[in-house]
């Protein structure tokens, strides 16, 4: 709720010189009904009970529509009573909102479907924008992603940048001996020579990061065919697209994950139309 009250203090509701220019006509009741113009999935049903709780008592908010729903175009996705002044004041701010989450939703969503039938699971990252990482997970798991990691105490990774300063088979000594229970251990493999280190005493997850399109198979069957690394799980990152994702998933691997689903989706087209009661 802080994020959304930041917001409407950001965008100056209560100070719409816009507005003023209704005089006396500012507090005449209204009906405000929000469409979605695109196909898509629906996101953001915090950012409506937010507004609800802020607003409660002046506000009447009907939401229409589940986190998660598929939606068509022309479909109301909710509805606002209020006065003109907040109908009108408030418009930008939960178009915003809401077309965006369900842009990031319909996005994962997507890509979820390109790796179906198989078990594969999409992930989101880190790669989110500062203040939204919350609301972004949240749509990314509406669209039928999983997250990675929430935030770095979620669990170990070892990426390259940390192996510069330390081995990686001493990172992942380091790492059985500190972490907890609730923690998996996964590190980041970007080369053959890397790998077969790492096989003769693998972590709980190996990550394949940007190997190449003949490369990726030949890993993937070195992991599963090993005696240790057969009970490893197996995620891939690194540039990937919907028909990439389909291919990769086909391969067996347990995790992709997919950095654009936070970190450059498209807003879903959505408008709001206004009538007064």
């Not at 251990?185 to 970007?190: L, N, P």
């Not at 990152?237 to 450059?264: K, N, P, Y």
Request: glycine fraction near 6%; charge should be neutral.
């Amino acid at each position: 709720m802080h994020a959304i009250s930041t917001e409407l203090e950001i965008d100056s509701v209560n100070d719409d010189v816009t507005v003023q220019l209704l005089k006396n006509h500012q507090n005449d009741r209204c009906r405000a009904i929000l469409k979605v113009k695109e196909p898509g999935v629906f996101s953001g049903k915090c950012v409506v009970d937010a507004l609800g709780g802020l607003f409660e008592g002046r506000l009447k908010i009907d939401l229409k529509v589940a986190e998660g729903d598929t939606l068509v175009p022309g479909q109301a996705i909710l509805w606002l009573e209020g006065s003109a002044a907040q109908c009108l004041s408030l418009e930008r701010t939960l178009i915003n909102y809401l077309s965006y989450l369900s842009g990031v939703a319909t996005l994962t969503r997507k890509f979820v479907e390109a790796v179906q039938p198989h078990s594969t699971k999409i992930l989101a990252t880190r790669k989110t924008l500062p203040g939204l990482r919350s609301l972004q997970l949240s749509a990314v798991v509406a669209g039928g992603g999983n997250i990675h990691r929430r935030s770095l105490s979620d669990g170990i990774l070892i990426k390259e940048n940390h192996q510069i300063f330390l081995e990686p088979v001493k990172l992942l000594e380091h790492s059985r001996r500190q972490r907890s229970p609730l923690h998996s251990i996964e590190i980041e493999v970007q080369s053959f020579d890397l790998l077969e280190v790492i096989l003769e005493n693998p972590p709980d997850i190996i990550m394949l990061d940007n190997f190449s399109k003949s490369e990726l198979p030949a890993a993937i069957t070195k992991i599963r065919q090993h005696p240790k690394g057969k009970f490893c799980r197996i995620e891939v990152s690194g540039g990937m697209t919907l028909e990439r994702v389909s291919h990769i998933a086909a391969l067996g691997v347990d995790f992709i994950s997919v950095g654009q689903l936070t970190h450059s989706s498209p807003s879903l087209n959505m408008s709001m139309d206004l009538e007064r009661l």
